[in-house]
């Protein structure tokens, strides 16, 4: 008998997939997407098509499916959606005409600002610099505890859109005088091809394109996607199997191969882990992700770890303790993670970056404002130590 969501979940190492042989990632408020905070672009609103409407200027063709005697096959991210003439598929981005999958999610971002780039988190990525946000409604999670469920657990064609096309994200960014683009707010692996689109042209004109995403995505899309990105924030939302499937009706699995995948092809990687009491919270289970962590080389990264706010499903549960938190930083400290940053809490130096070597504050936070930078050329400037990141 499947386990109640409100049942506290086990943790067994047994439970995850092959291990042992990218307030939280998305900072989007309600605020946010009336555009109190941020600076929403001037554009007109897009009427975008229903599932069951003709295409339209905000619908293309998907780059990655198949067909089969069942229907047409989606073959962007791990759901592998079957999808019929007229029935959304999961993320409610995709639709079936005519034997073909279709996103209506291109050009028509719900939410479009220009944010620290701290918030998405990037802390080794450019600090103190803009990031030109969107986020086009849709998501391949059903995450209990999702912050912006009102545009992730929708359709395109039921929120109120920007008419913005690639060419013009790019014209909005530089206007802004914005360092990068990061796809972001809801979950960009649904609507990959307007991010694929915008970051050919962002990359041609200097502009950094980041992907700030659940990292549940295919390998043959990601690694096309990796030519065009520069960074990568992933949300590891647990380190077991069983979670996964119970609290964001995923699997592990795929979001482990994301993160070696974009190792490897050069992208710039932060990750984010959200402690929620009862789910995520295993003292046991994050020894074991940040020992797997080291184990295949991400001792380097940043790894964020942030504070659980009773949010959607889960309004029944406290906050995350703060003790929590400071004993999963100390976990991963002993583990070997050289920079590890945990959000919302009052603790000393818990958003700051530190020397690994003669640990001096060399980037001191405050929220998403960078106060000082002691850094110079990407090297401590009291021992001369790299840092690993992308400083200027």
């Known amino acids: 008998m499947p386990t109640s969501i409100l049942t506290k979940p086990s943790f067994s190492p047994n439970l995850i997939n092959n291990i042992m042989t990218p307030i939280s990632k998305r900072e989007f408020l309600k605020l946010g997407l009336l555009g109190a905070g941020g600076l929403l672009c001037n554009k007109t609103l897009a009427n975008c098509s229903s599932s069951s409407a003709p295409l339209t200027k905000w619908t293309r063709e998907a780059m990655f499916y198949v067909q089969t005697p069942r229907g047409v096959q989606c073959l962007l991210c791990p759901n592998e959606c079957t999808i019929v003439e007229g029935v959304d598929g999961m993320c409610r981005n995709r639709i079936n005409r005519h034997n073909k999958i279709y996103t209506i999610g291109f050009g028509n971002p719900c939410a479009v600002n220009v944010d620290p780039i701290e918030k998405k988190p990037f802390y080794h990525y450019l600090p103190a610099s803009t990031a030109y946000s969107i986020g086009v409604a849709g998501c391949n999670f059903a995450c209990l505890n999702c912050l912006n469920w009102e545009v992730s657990q929708t359709s395109p064609a039921k929120t109120r859109n920007y008419d913005l096309m690639p060419e013009q994200v ?100 932060e990750i984010s882990n959200l402690i929620i009491p009862t789910w995520t919270d295993n003292l046991d289970m994050i020894k074991h992700m940040c020992d797997w962590f080291v184990r295949y080389g991400f001792e380097n990264n940043p790894l964020h770890f942030i504070q659980f706010q009773p949010m959607y499903k889960l309004t029944h549960l406290p906050a995350a303790p703060v003790e929590t938190l400071v004993k999963a930083r100390e976990i991963a400290i002993t583990a070997g993670i050289k920079h590890i940053y945990v959000g919302n809490i009052p603790t000393p130096h818990a958003e700051d970056t530190i020397c690994p070597n003669c640990k001096k504050v060399l980037i001191q936070r405050r929220g998403f404002t960078v106060l000082s930078n002691q850094m110079d050329k990407g090297k401590c400037k009291a021992c001369g130590t790299s840092i690993s990141g992308v400083w200027v």
């Open 170 to 269: 790019v014209e909005e960014c530089l206007a802004n005088g914005c360092k990068s683009i990061a796809y972001t707010y809801t979950e960009p692996t649904t609507f990959y091809e307007y991010v694929y689109e915008t970051a050919k042209l962002a990359r041609a004109k200097g502009i950094k394109n980041l992907y700030v995403s659940n990292g549940y995505i295919s390998e043959e899309p990601l690694r096309k996607l990796c030519k065009v990105l520069d960074a990568a924030t992933i949300d590891l939302k647990s380190f077991s199997n069983q979670i996964y499937q119970q609290l964001n009706a995923g699997k592990i699995q795929p979001v482990l191969d994301t993160l070696k995948i974009m190792k490897e092809e050069g992208v710039w990687l």
